[in-house]
């Protein structure tokens, strides 16, 4: 978010219903699965430095540790709510993942720094302007030839997800979630010099269409 006088959208919306994060999104949006895709595309290997953008509560963060144990991960959210949980979830699972509270829009990591950026259900919190800006961060903190990976709400496939969408849209905002339900999310990546932007899969689920996205940082220097 562009600064702490904006609204923050919080997990489902309102801050009084992250408790009940885990259990929606596991019933309702496929999670197991579009999760178990997004860390195979994500290709990330052993010695690598990931960066789980908007982690939430940790779940994925906690599943990339649990699969490929030798890397290191940086999670970050602009919720203390939600990484109270995610920070949980790795003490009760034993692994090692540095978890910082700050906004996507100005991340305090230097340039080139991460092998992988990965984000899940995150870019839809944000307005167009926040997108451009998390992803220029994105862009920055990636190192030449790394790689973005995002899971989120994409353009419907049918009238029904479309139809599902509302919902999500009365949930988090009509002016967070346009961008993501116009399909904007690959010339919002290229604008800010990602290149190779692909969707790699999309997913039916009770809230709509889930898209997985992948993009590239090409050596720049």
């Known amino acids: 978010m562009e600064s702490s006088k904006e609204r923050y959208i919080p997990a489902l919306g309102y801050s009084l219903l992250t408790p009940l994060y885990d259990p929606i999104v596991a019933l309702t949006c496929r999670e197991k699965t579009f999760?178990?895709?997004?860390?195979?595309?994500?290709?990330?290997?052993?010695?690598?430095?990931?960066?789980?953008?908007?982690?939430?509560?940790?779940?994925?963060?906690?599943q990339i540790k649990n699969t490929i144990p030798e890397t290191e991960v940086i999670s970050i959210d602009g919720d203390s709510a939600v990484l109270d949980i995610a920070s949980k979830k790795a003490m009760k699972d034993k692994v090692d993942i540095h978890f910082q509270c700050c906004l996507s829009t100005n991340l305090p990591f230097s340039n080139n720094t991460f092998d992988r950026v990965v984000s899940s259900l995150?870019?839809?919190?944000?307005?167009?302007?926040?997108?451009?800006?998390?992803?220029?961060?994105?862009?920055?903190?990636?190192?030449?030839?790394?790689?973005?990976?995002?899971?989120?709400?994409?353009?419907?496939?049918?009238?029904?997800?479309?139809?599902?969408?509302?919902?999500?849209?009365?949930?988090?905002?009509?002016?967070?979630?346009?961008?993501?339900?116009?399909?904007?999310?690959?010339?919002?990546?290229?604008?800010?010099?990602?290149?190779?932007?692909?969707?790699?899969?999309?997913?039916?689920?009770?809230?709509?269409?889930?898209?997985?996205?992948?993009?590239?940082?090409?050596?720049?220097?």
């Open 35 to 62: 999760k178990r895709k997004l860390l195979e595309q994500s290709d990330i290997q052993h010695g690598h430095k990931i960066l789980d953008l908007g982690c939430g509560t940790g779940t994925f963060a906690v």
């Open 122 to 221: 995150f870019f839809h919190h944000l307005n167009y302007a926040q997108k451009m800006k998390t992803t220029k961060e994105v862009f920055r903190v990636l190192k030449d030839g790394g790689q973005f990976h995002v899971a989120d709400w994409g353009k419907s496939t049918n009238r029904l997800m479309r139809f599902l969408f509302y919902s999500i849209q009365i949930l988090d905002g009509f002016n967070t979630t346009t961008d993501n339900i116009n399909g904007r999310l690959p010339e919002i990546f290229q604008k800010c010099g990602f290149e190779s932007t692909v969707i790699c899969k999309n997913y039916s689920t009770v809230f709509g269409t889930m898209t997985l996205y992948s993009a590239i940082k090409q050596n720049v220097t």
